[in-house]
């Protein structure tokens, strides 16, 4: 597709349940990253991707938040245990290359934690 | 560690007219870029327009340009002539140059309702 594509677009699950959210990017963007925005709020950096390596994971809160992009093109986003607390639209977005900061954003993925 | 504030959570403009949406960051870094991006309801988050540290010259796109005040750390956009499809979440973000790529730090928002 010609834009970055993000999958479940909402996603209702149940307090200690696992999530997977997946991305894909525009074709022949080498640089991935991963953002959370909870309500209210700007979107806060989670991990970075350059190629099929994560370039810069200090963003995930914690060891429950993992993510992969095996091939340096589609990405998950995976959240074992899930907490209330995870309630947020995670945006998936891509560039050319890094250091520009032009990043092209998908619609997101509406995580609700009951 | 950066920061940055948007101090107007909600603005609105008529239709025709011009619109200032204000944000400061605070930063101990020289080298970084500055950011709006533009957030329409139920669409994806793009970019409006950027701002290289570095240049003095303020940065313009169209209807959009910015006030770039490095000494007092503040960074406002004004939308000239605005239109309908301006309505949307305008965020301000910073990011610092030779740091983490994409590691962009963005305020909370300011939300814009564009009035016929």
């Known amino acids: 597709g010609a834009g970055v594509s993000q999958t479940p677009s909402n996603k209702v699950t149940e307090k200690g349940k696992y999530v997977e959210l997946r991305c894909d990017p525009i074709?022949?963007?080498?640089?991935l990253y991963w953002y959370r925005q909870s309500l209210g709020q700007g979107p806060e950096f989670l991990i970075y991707f350059q190629g099929t390596g994560a370039a810069d994971d200090s963003g995930l809160p914690n060891d429950r938040f993992f993510a992969v992009r095996p091939e340096g093109s589609v990405s998950t986003l995976k959240i074992q245990r899930t907490e209330r607390g995870d309630s947020a639209v995670y945006l998936c977005a891509s560039s050319f290359g890094p250091n520009t900061g032009e990043l092209f954003f998908g619609e997101g993925s509406r995580l609700t934690v009951l | 560690a950066q920061t940055v504030t948007q101090s107007q959570p909600e603005m609105s403009v008529q239709e025709a007219e011009t619109v200032t949406l204000s944000c400061t960051y605070d930063?101990?870094?020289?080298?970084?870029?500055l950011f709006w991006y533009k957030q329409p309801p139920s669409r994806q988050m793009i970019l409006v327009i950027r701002q290289e540290a570095y240049k003095q010259q303020n940065a313009t796109e169209n209807r959009f340009s910015v006030n770039f005040q490095k000494a007092a750390k503040s960074f406002s956009l004004k939308i000239s002539d605005s239109q309908l499809g301006d309505t949307a979440m305008y965020f301000c973000a910073f990011m610092k140059l030779g740091g983490s790529q994409g590691n962009l730090i963005f305020g909370k928002g300011t939300k814009l309702s564009v009035k016929p």
């Open positions: 930063t101990s870094e020289n080298n970084y870029y």
């Open positions: 074709s022949g963007h080498t640089a």
